[in-house]
Every structure is written in C-alpha cells, then in structure tokens.
C-alpha cells in the first residue's frame, strides 16, 4: 500500500512563501509521475505541477514562474516551493503519485494540506 504524507501548507500573506512536502513510501521511480493537484471550495480539483523520475517537470499556466517542484537525493520526498503567492491559490493541496499499469492508471493521494493566501 503506498502512502503519501503531506506537510508544510499553512496561512501566509500574499506576496509570501510556503513549501510543501510529501513523503512517499516508495520512490518516485516506482512510479510514472508524482505530483502535486489542488480543490479550492465549490472548485473541481486541477493539477498543479508534476515532475517524473527522470525530472521531468510540467505547471499549470497559473503557476508557471511562481511555482517550482523538485524531487530529495532519496527520491522519496517532493517539494511544492511555492512563490509569490496569491489569494487565487488558496485551496487543499494534495500529494499524487501516478502509475499505469496495462489497461489502467492508478492514483495514489495523500490527505491534503490546507493553503490560505491572505491579508
């Protein structure tokens, strides 16, 4: 059973910074990707960013230059860094790691973590 453990949301200022951490219980390499989407209230959950084992990386428009993931040396633990950040942002940030498998793709998630953008 893989598991997947978020930390690091929180309340910051607009303008401020938050790093998200999510630690898995395998390496990114026993997955296709890994990555981060996100559920503001009344919203449809959308991605954020993933990145590969290869360090692949792919933002939403949204966050492009504001937002940075990356990957430990262990291969176990991604980063959401996230800059600049706006009221628009506030949402529950959830950790994915992705696999596909013949004939289906299988998400992992975490619990989430709250992010609240404001003055």
């Known amino acids: 059973q893989v598991q997947l453990v978020e930390s690091g949301g929180g309340l910051v200022q607009p303008g401020g910074s938050l790093r998200l951490s999510c630690a898995a219980s395998?390496?990114?390499?026993?997955?296709?990707?890994m990555g981060w989407y996100r559920q503001a209230p009344g919203k449809q959950r959308e991605l954020v960013a993933t990145i590969t084992g290869r360090g692949n990386t792919n933002y939403t428009d949204s966050v492009k230059g504001r937002f940075t993931i990356s990957v430990d040396n262990a291969k176990t633990t991604v980063y959401l860094q996230m800059n600049s950040l706006k009221p628009e942002d506030t949402a529950v940030y959830y950790c994915?790691?992705?696999?596909?498998?013949?004939?289906?793709?299988?998400?992992?998630w975490g619990q989430g973590t709250q992010v609240t953008v404001s003055s």
């Open positions: 395998a390496s990114i390499f026993s997955f296709n990707a």
């Open positions: 994915n790691a992705m696999r596909v498998i013949p004939g289906r793709k299988v998400d992992y």
